[in-house]
Nanobody, 113 residues
């Protein structure tokens, strides 16, 4: 069991930056691989980035070079640094604990043009 709480969303202008945080609580075994997903209006939820406990990362093509996923294992927190945001990044961003299929409630990121 794991509880996830995202924070850091809001409104930002195109070209700006934003950092999302995901605080996790619960079974540490659930936190081996953590990921950020997003769901844009009218679209399915899609993987954005993932990070393993050892530090290896994955990024979907559209965010490579702009987004950085990181984690602080001591704080059980995962971050998503988003730079050079564009309106196509507008979505609800969800934190996901892969091992236990845990989801946060999401945080809305709106990028204005």
């Amino acid at each position: 069991q794991v509880q996830l709480a995202e924070s850091g969303g809001g409104l930002v202008q195109a070209g700006g930056s934003m950092r999302l945080s995901c605080a996790a609580a619960g079974d540490a075994d659930c936190l081996s691989t953590m990921a950020w997903y997003r769901q844009a209006p009218g679209k399915e939820r899609a993987l954005v980035a993932a990070i393993h406990s050892g530090g290896s990362t994955y990024y979907t093509h559209s965010v490579t070079g702009r987004f950085t996923i990181s984690r602080d294992n001591a704080k059980s927190t995962v971050y998503l640094q988003m730079n050079s945001l564009n309106p196509e990044d507008t979505a609800v961003y969800y934190c996901h604990a892969e091992a236990c299929a845990g989801w946060g409630k999401g945080t809305l990121v709106t990028v204005s043009s």
